[in-house]
Every structure is written in C-alpha cells, then in structure tokens.
C-alpha cells in the first residue's frame, strides 16, 4: 500500500495568489476549505500538488515555496500526477476523489513560468471533490484507497 503525508495546508483570500501555509484546516463536503479562494461548489474543490513536482522546479532555478502553485495540498510519497481521474485518496479526516489533472495557466502565464521558462501546475497539479467533512493537518497521511 502506498503511503504519502501532507507537508503544507495552504490557502490564499483571492483567485490568482500564491497561498500559504496554515498547517491545518477544516476541509466540508462537497466544497473544500471554507477559508480559501478556491473553495465551492465545483469540481475542483482542493488543488494537490507533489513534492516531486517542486523539486522539479527547484532544480530549473524556481526559488519557490509550498502554495507557490496555488496548491491547497503539497504531499510527498504519492505522485499525485499519475493518479487516474475517479482516483480517491484519504488524507487525515477527509475522503477526496480527483476530478481533474493539470489545469490552464493563468494569464497564460504564471510568474513562476515567467521565471524559469515552465510550470509544472497546469500539466502535474490535480483537482479533487469532497466527500467528506473533517480536518487535514501538516503531517496526516496521504494514502489511495481507489485507483
């Protein structure tokens, strides 16, 4: 059985900032974390993106941190990327299914883009939908409970 673990709960006021990190938060039922800009009524509720990912940036130059990419979830462990759409993942509390993998870059550019040439967000981040209430903290499990 894979196993992964949160690094960062992150979270920003509006669309289009970098987040940071709060170690915790509670996460609802079919609309993510209540403080965050991205929370709603959507498909894309929570945004995960992994530490490979990151690293991947580091290594092009990135001077980068966790919510850097707009994440609400930065794990390690798990490769979020190469889950399936309809994948589940149990992280602390809460049950997620991914609903989407990669997204478009906003403003067709983002600064990380701008800086390092790429960004791995629109191709590696994914997207998830809430199937439950409880919380996730910096530190809880990541682990696939359907593929």
Known sequence: MQLGHVLAVNISAKRGEKKHNINEAYIKTNWGIEVDAHSGDWHRQVSLLSLSSVEKMRALGAVIDYGDF????????????????????????????????????????CAIKKQVGTCVMPIEGVFAKVLNDGWVKTGDKVQIIKK
């Not at 798990?78 to 990669?102: F, H, K, N, S, W």
Request: net charge negative; charged share 20%.
């Open 70 to 109: 707009a994440e609400n979830l930065t794990v390690d462990g798990i490769d979020v990327a190469t889950l399936p759409i309809g994948a589940r993942l149990q992280i602390g509390e809460v049950q997620m299914e991914i609903t989407q993998i990669g997204k478009e870059c906003h403003n067709k550019a």
